[in-house]
């Protein structure tokens, strides 16, 4: 019996042999009263189910190095690393990108508002002006 992946404790397993042995043992016992073809065939059968049967894959070890103060790495080497640092790079390169985009757009708002004040009819100091906030919601009520 194979080792599967998890670890059975050592009464588990004792259970499970004697259990096969008991199973075994009825089987060959009704085996005594079938013919001599239908046993014959139940051999061939038997040989048959156990070529057939799917065995469990070997695990294989892999080296592992631990140099003094540093954390245990499976395999790798230089791609490892590469690999391991080459999504933080492209992280850190979209933000950037993202923020340079955001600034711009930023900037080309408030250059068409800035453009928009000096080309209209009004001078910029009007804006400040408390009577122009006046007269701005009174001609909204009015126009309602």
């Known amino acids: 019996m194979k080792p599967t992946n998890t670890s059975p404790t050592g009464s588990a397993v004792a259970f499970e042999e004697q259990f096969g042995r008991r199973v075994a043992a009825r089987l060959s016992a009704g085996n005594l009263d079938l013919s001599h073809e239908v046993g014959e065939r139940l051999r061939a059968a038997r040989v048959q189910a156990v070529a057939r ?4 894959p070997e695990l294989r070890s892999v080296p ?5 103060g540093r954390a245990a790495a499976l395999g ?7 690999g391991s640092v080459v999504p933080l790079v492209a992280l ?3 933000l ?5 985009i955001q600034e711009e757009r930023r900037t080309d708002e408030l250059a068409e ?3 928009a004040l000096l ?5 910029p100091a009007a804006y400040t002006d408390p009577g122009f906030a006046q007269f701005l ?8």
Request: proline fraction near 2%; aromatic fraction near 4%; glycine fraction near 10%.
């Open 53 to 56: 049967r799917k065995t469990a």
């Open 64 to 68: 592992v190095a631990v140099a003094s």
């Open 76 to 82: 790798g080497g230089w791609w490892t690393r590469i």
């Open 92 to 94: 850190v390169a979209g």
């Open 96 to 100: 950037m990108a993202i923020s340079v």
């Open 113 to 115: 508002v800035d453009s």
């Open 119 to 123: 080309t209209d009819d009004l001078p």
């Open 137 to 144: 919601k009174t001609s909204d009520a009015g126009e309602r």
